[in-house]
């Protein structure tokens, strides 16, 4: 038997779900077999059938990733906040049209670490970056950032994350937020 997985995280980072393409003998309730032997924190959820020559790696369309992060994290520096904090609409409005600076073939060099601006592998597409509506979780507030892309280098998520965060905070949009993405 050998496998290969679509995706990988980043040091600290879990993810709630993984594809695999895997050469094995199918055998009847294969996904019970399988789940026998795996700790209970990780399980087969079903199997589909592919050709030979599948390489869940290699012939992934997009990878979608998701980051929640608490509300007040796009709030001004000098804005003092507490658990009954709650977003404006417009914060989200705002977070969302930094985020799209990001969509489409940009070179993100920037955005993750021992890559020159020449180098063509620094090129991604990114087909959506968005924030979603807040909900309440133990009385604080969060939002999904969702990020759905063809591929990402190491640390590139956690650094746009970081610096849609700063610019946010900071009311800082352009020319400089523009600039990193020329």
Avoid: W
Wanted: charge should be positive; proline fraction near 3%; hydrophobic fraction near 30%.
């Amino acid at each position: 038997m050998s496998f290969q997985r679509c995706a990988r995280t980043d040091k600290g980072v879990s993810a709630a779900g993984q594809v695999v393409s895997m050469k094995m003998f199918l055998l009847d309730d294969v996904v019970d077999r399988i789940n026998q032997h795996l700790p209970d924190q990780i399980r087969v959820m079903d199997y589909k059938r592919v050709i030979n020559s599948f390489d869940s790696k290699n012939r992934c369309d997009y990878r979608t990733y998701s980051y929640m992060t608490p509300t007040f994290a796009f709030q001004p520096i000098e804005q003092f906040t507490t658990d009954a904090f709650r977003v404006k609409d417009e914060t989200i409005d705002r977070v969302n049209s930094l985020l799209k600076y990001y969509h489409g073939s940009k070179n993100f060099h920037n955005f993750t670490s021992g890559k020159k601006f020449n180098d063509p592998s620094a090129f991604r597409y990114i087909k959506d970056f968005s924030c979603n509506k807040p909900f309440i979780q133990d009385g604080l507030e969060f939002s999904i950032l969702k990020v759905r892309g063809q591929s990402f280098m190491l640390h590139q998520i956690r650094k746009m994350v970081g610096k849609c965060k700063g610019n946010s905070r900071c009311y800082s949009y352009s020319p400089s937020y523009c600039e990193v993405m020329g």
